[in-house]
C-alpha cells in the first residue's frame, strides 16, 4: 500500500480533500486524534489543507498500515458520502483494501476447524506451569439519556443522522437509554451523561428540565435554543396573550377561536436552560454539526477539551470581502447576486462575520443564502461588552460599500427578529449596553415595518 509514485499520492490528497472529514480542519483534527497514538503524534501541523494532508499521507506512509488505518477512520466519518465512493471508485490502491470494501461485523467468529472457550484457554510458561488466561474484562460504557423541551427537534434528527455511524460511535463508549425520537420511553432513567434541546417555553419544559438534571451526573445543552432561547425567542417582543391571540384568534391561516386551555401553560416567555438549572457543557448550533456532537461527547468522557474552532462562519466561506461601489441596500430576495462575492460588499446583510461556526463549511453562504446567525453569537460578540452584531456588521458593510452607517443599522433594527431571533432571549443580547434590543423591537412592529 506505501509503494506507489509522486502522481498517485498527488492524487490521493485531492480525493481526501473532497471528503468532508477531510476538508475541514475542525474535523480533520477528529480524524487525526482516532489514529493510533505513535502515528498522530508524529504528524506535523500546517494551516495550508494541501500541505496538511500531504504531510498526513507521507507520515502514515512510514508506519506498517498505516494508510490502512486512515481509511478506516475516515470511513468511519464519512462511508455513507459520495466524495468518498469517489474516493474508492477512482483510486485503485484503495480499492483493494479489505478494510474498506469489507467491514466484518464485530459479532462474527472467525472461521476456524478448532472450538475455543476464551475461558478454558491455558498457556504453559518457562516453568511448565499451567495457569487460566482469563478474558479482559468488558469496558463500562457511560450511559447517555437525551430528552427535549420545546424545540423542533432539529437537534435529535441531527443525532439520528448520525445513520449507520451511530452503532460504531457508540459501541464501545456510549449506551443510549432515552432518547424520545427513536425510542418509546417516557421514564427519566439514572445516566452520566444527559443531553437537552430545546428551550424553556412551558411548565412541561421546567419540571422537565429538574428531572434531566436529577436524573443526569453530566447535563448537555444541545442546540441554540437551550444555550441562547432559540428561534422562538421572536416573541420577545410580546406579551403571551398577544402571541395565544395571534396564534388561535386572530390568525387568518387558523380556523378557531379557541386558545387551548388543556395543554402545558406558556411561560412569560422562552428562557435558556441555564435559567433554570445548572448546565455543565453548552454545545449550540442549529442543529450542530454531527462532528461537534461526536467530539463533544468523545472529550466529555475522556475528560479533555473538545477540539472544536472557535471562528465565525466566515472562515470557512469561499466568498470573498471585496469593497466596492454598490450605494443600495437589497435583501436576499431582490435580485442577482455574484456566486464569489460576499454578501456585504453586495448590500445583503449576512451575520456570518459575528456567529460561531456550528454549521461547518459555511453551507448557507456557500449555498447562495445569507447567515442569519442560526449558531448563535461569535466570541467577540459575546465577550465583549460594547461589542453589538449591528454595530460590528453595519461597519464592515460601510467600509466594504458606498453605503452609510447609520442606514445599515436601522436596516438591521427592521430584520431584528430574523438576524436576533436565535439569540434574542439570551443575557448576552439582553443586557449589552449597546442593544436596547426590546425597545427597537417594538418601535418597529408599531410603525408597521
Not at 27 to 46: D, F, K, M, Y
Not at 144 to 170: K, T, Y
Amino acid at each position: 500500500m506505501n509503494n506507489f509514485g509522486f502522481d498517485e499520492k498527488q492524487q490521493l490528497v485531492e480525493l481526501l480533500l473532497k471528503c468532508p472529514s477531510i476538508e475541514n480542519v475542525g474535523t480533520r483534527n477528529l480524524v487525526l486524534q482516532e489514529l493510533p497514538s505513535q502515528i498522530s503524534t508524529a504528524i506535523i501541523g500546517n494551516p495550508a489543507s494541501k500541505v496538511h494532508v500531504l504531510g498526513i499521507v507521507n507520515t502514515c506512509r512510514n508506519f506498517p498500515d498505516g494508510l490502512e488505518h486512515l481509511f478506516k477512520v475516515i470511513r468511519l466519518f464519512d462511508g455513507a458520502t459520495i466524495p468518498f465512493q469517489e474516493l474508492i471508485e477512482n483510486f485503485p490502491i484503495i480499492k483493494s483494501l479489505p478494510v474498506i470494501l469489507e467491514k466484518k461485523p464485530e459479532n462474527e467468529e472467525s472461521n476456524t476447524d478448532v472450538e475455543v472457550n476464551e475461558v478454558n484457554v491455558v498457556e504453559v510458561n518457562e516453568v511448565n506451569v499451567v495457569k487460566e488466561k482469563k478474558p479482559p474484562p468488558t469496558p463500562t460504557k457511560a450511559t447517555l439519556s437525551i430528552d427535549w423541551l420545546s424545540g423542533c427537534s432539529g437537534c435529535e434528527v441531527a443525532f439520528a443522522d448520525l445513520h449507520e455511524q451511530l452503532p460504531s460511535v457508540l459501541k464501545n463508549e456510549v449506551e443510549l437509554v432515552r432518547l424520545p425520537i427513536l425510542m418509546d420511553t417516557k421514564e427519566y432513567v439514572s445516566a452520566d451523561i444527559g443531553m437537552v434541546t430545546g428551550s424553556i417555553r412551558t411548565e412541561h419544559d421546567i419540571d422537565a428540565a429538574h428531572a434531566m438534571r436529577k436524573s443526569c451526573k453530566t447535563i448537555i445543552a444541545l442546540g441554540t435554543c437551550p444555550v441562547y432561547g432559540g428561534p422562538h425567542g421572536g416573541g420577545y417582543a410580546h406579551t403571551t396573550d398577544e402571541l395565544l391571540d395571534r396564534s388561535f384568534v386572530h390568525n387568518p391561516s387558523t380556523r378557531t377561536t379557541v386558545i387551548p386551555t388543556d395543554i402545558p401553560k406558556l411561560l412569560k416567555e422562552s428562557r435558556t436552560l441555564d435559567s433554570e438549572i445548572k448546565v455543565d457543557v453548552y454545545m449550540p448550533g442549529c442543529p450542530p454539526h454531527y462532528a461537534f456532537i461526536i467530539e463533544g461527547l468523545r472529550a466529555l468522557l475522556s475528560g479533555r477539551e473538545p477540539t472544536m474552532g472557535q471562528h465565525n462562519v466566515c472562515f470557512d466561506c469561499v466568498r470573498s470581502m471585496d469593497k466596492t461601489d454598490v450605494k443600495t441596500l437589497r435583501r436576499s430576495y431582490e435580485g442577482e447576486f455574484e456566486p464569489n462575492l460576499c454578501f456585504l460588499s453586495q448590500g445583503i446583510l449576512c451575520f456570518g462575520s459575528v456567529a460561531l461556526d456550528r454549521c461547518r463549511r459555511a453551507p448557507c453562504p456557500t449555498a447562495g443564502v445569507p447567515c442569519f446567525a442560526c449558531g448563535g453569537p461569535s466570541l467577540p460578540v459575546i465577550l465583549e461588552p460594547q461589542m453589538d452584531v449591528w454595530t460590528l456588521i453595519a461597519e464592515r458593510m460601510a467600509h466594504l460599500t458606498e453605503i452609510p452607517k447609520a442606514h445599515i443599522v436601522n436596516e438591521i433594527k427592521k430584520q431584528a427578529k430574523t438576524h436576533y431571533a436565535y439569540a434574542m432571549v439570551s443575557p448576552i443580547f439582553r443586557y449589552k449596553p449597546t442593544s436596547p434590543l426590546r425597545k427597537t423591537l417594538i418601535q418597529h412592529i408599531e410603525k408597521g415595518n
